[in-house]
């Protein structure tokens, strides 16, 4: 791949856990909702010209993989969460090249009329 973040890749959006992440006391005790989305580069091209899940990789699998990386560990930065599914992705899966991920916090104890707290890490697999 020339450029990074370009080509092929699977897109999962809003997916939903409910998470004890947070700097203050509140949301390590009571918790709250957080949304993920996610986009992995990785070569689609078996997958599409066989029609078989075997030839590509299973949403449902990255799925577990991201709630695994979220639930087994209390992190107090929204990157450092998101750092921890981008490393276990990467572990599990070796055709994602790239990882695109957007954490969203919508109930942030911030004083906002509308809205949510978001970071977005753009990360590619390092050369071995």
């Known amino acids: 791949m020339a450029e990074p973040y370009t080509g092929d890749r699977i897109i ?3 997916l939903g856990f409910y998470g ?5 006391a509140e949301e390590e005790k009571l918790g709250q909702r957080f949304f993920i989305d996610l986009e992995l580069g990785t070569d689609l091209t078996a997958a599409a010209a066989t029609d078989r899940l075997s030839a590509g990789i ?3 699998d990255i ?4 709630k695994a990386a979220f639930e087994t560990r209390r992190m107090k930065l929204l990157e450092a969460v998101a750092q921890n ?7 599990e899966f070796e055709a994602v ?7 969203r ?8 009329v509308r809205g ?3 970071i977005e890490l753009h990360r590619q697999r390092s050369a071995r």
Do not use: C, N, Q
């Open 63 to 66: 799925y577990d993989v991201v």
């Open 85 to 91: 599914i981008i490393d276990d992705l990467f572990s």
């Open 116 to 118: 949510e707290a978001a």
């Open 12 to 14: 999962l959006k809003d």
């Open 20 to 24: 004890y992440h947070g700097v203050f």
């Open 105 to 112: 916090k919508p109930e942030a104890p911030i004083a906002m």
């Open 58 to 60: 299973s949403y449902a």
């Open 97 to 103: 090249t790239w990882v695109i991920i957007r954490l």
